[in-house]
């Protein structure tokens, strides 16, 4: 099965700080890999599909890039409601989802 | 307006039986695939299966396989899975999610879409 480890694990960070976290894959998944945000208490949200695919109704504040086995969400502004969980999930094989990054308030 | 709603959790002796249901509406159930995802409290989202539209593939992750059966209903716009032989370990929100495919320079990328709010299902004696 294909894993995927993300990193930070959880950061702090400010309003208006540029964020970026990184998604490993253990084998190439060319660009089968999609973000999703999460808030407490709800389902999770689709942001960036295919890589860098930015879902509809999405503020453009976040981007995606990447392909094979490395890949970046990048929030260009954290603004207060950012603060949140963030998962990325590989496509390619099964559905597998990464540990997850906790984005806290500075 | 597109819906899904799980149904059927609760709470279980471990060892036991739970049928989690997922109704759905809003959208031509029957053309698209389904999946199901967990997430144990404190932890992260779990992926544990997959059925496409017309039941012809199934996928488990490999901590349910054996023991979690994925179906579904198109009469009756309704996503299955059966749960046996519970542990302690399987408590956490279990939600049902929409697959549908991007396409893009003739690859078609999966996504989830929309998802159900979640239902809790604890085990425990």
């Known amino acids: 099965d294909i894993q995927m480890t993300q990193s930070p694990s959880s950061l702090s960070a400010s309003v208006g700080d540029r964020v970026t976290i990184t998604c490993r894959a253990s084998?190439?998944?060319?660009?089968?890999l999609n973000w999703y945000q999460q808030k407490p208490g709800k389902a999770p949200k689709l942001l960036i599909y295919?890589?860098?695919s930015l879902q509809s109704g999405v503020p453009s504040r976040f981007s995606g890039s990447g392909s094979g086995t490395d890949f970046t969400l990048t929030i260009s502004s954290l603004q207060p409601e950012d603060f949140a969980s963030y998962y990325c999930?590989?496509?390619?094989?099964?559905?597998?989802f990464g540990q997850g990054t906790k984005v806290e308030i500075k | 307006e597109v819906q899904l709603v799980e149904s059927g959790g609760g709470l279980v002796q471990p060892g036991g039986s739970l049928r989690l249901s997922c109704t759905v509406s809003?959208?031509?159930?029957?053309?698209?695939?389904m999946n199901w995802v967990r997430q144990a409290p404190g932890k992260g989202l779990e992926w544990l299966s997959y059925?496409?539209?017309?039941?012809?593939?199934?996928l488990y992750a490999d901590s349910v396989k054996g023991r979690f059966t994925i179906s579904r209903d198109n009469a009756k716009n309704s996503l299955y899975l059966q749960m046996n032989s519970l542990r302690a370990e399987d408590t956490a929100v279990y939600y049902c999610?929409?697959?549908?495919?991007?396409?893009?320079?003739?690859?078609?990328?999966?996504?989830?879409?929309?998802w159900g709010q979640g239902t809790q299902v604890t085990v425990s004696s």
């Open positions: 999610a929409r697959d549908i495919l991007y396409y893009y320079d003739s690859s078609g990328y999966p996504l989830f879409d929309y």
């Open positions: 809003g959208f031509t159930f029957s053309s698209h695939s």
């Open positions: 059925v496409s539209s017309d039941s012809s593939t199934i």
């Open positions: 084998q190439s998944i060319s660009r089968y």
């Open positions: 295919a890589a860098s």
């Open positions: 999930q590989q496509t390619y094989g099964t559905r597998t």
